[in-house]
């Protein structure tokens, strides 16, 4: 069986793909690692490790929800 080449086309896709549907369960869930995990079906020892290799860290939480700061009152 072939490898993917990391630079192809459709690894690049799919790692923009997998990227987004992880940090938009994890915002779902308030960045609760447990309760994302459950969500998606998955291990949190998959979920950290996919986290690593995409690049998502939990100090891109947004402040304020998914659309930015909240606007002052």
């Known amino acids: 069986m072939r490898?993917?080449?990391?630079?192809?086309?459709?690894?690049r896709l799919m790692a923009?793909?997998?990227r987004s549907i992880l940090t938009v369960a994890l915002i779902d869930h308030?960045?609760?690692v447990r309760a994302t995990t459950q969500a998606l079906g998955i291990a949190r020892n998959t979920l950290y490790q996919r986290m690593a290799v995409l690049g998502i860290r939990p100090h891109e939480k947004p402040r304020g929800g998914v659309d930015g700061p909240?606007?002052?009152l």
């Not at 490898?3 to 690894?11: A, E, H, K, R």
């Open 3 to 11: 490898t993917l080449n990391p630079t192809s086309l459709y690894s």
């Open 30 to 32: 308030g960045w609760n």
């Open 16 to 18: 923009t793909w997998e």
């Open 70 to 72: 909240e606007s002052p």
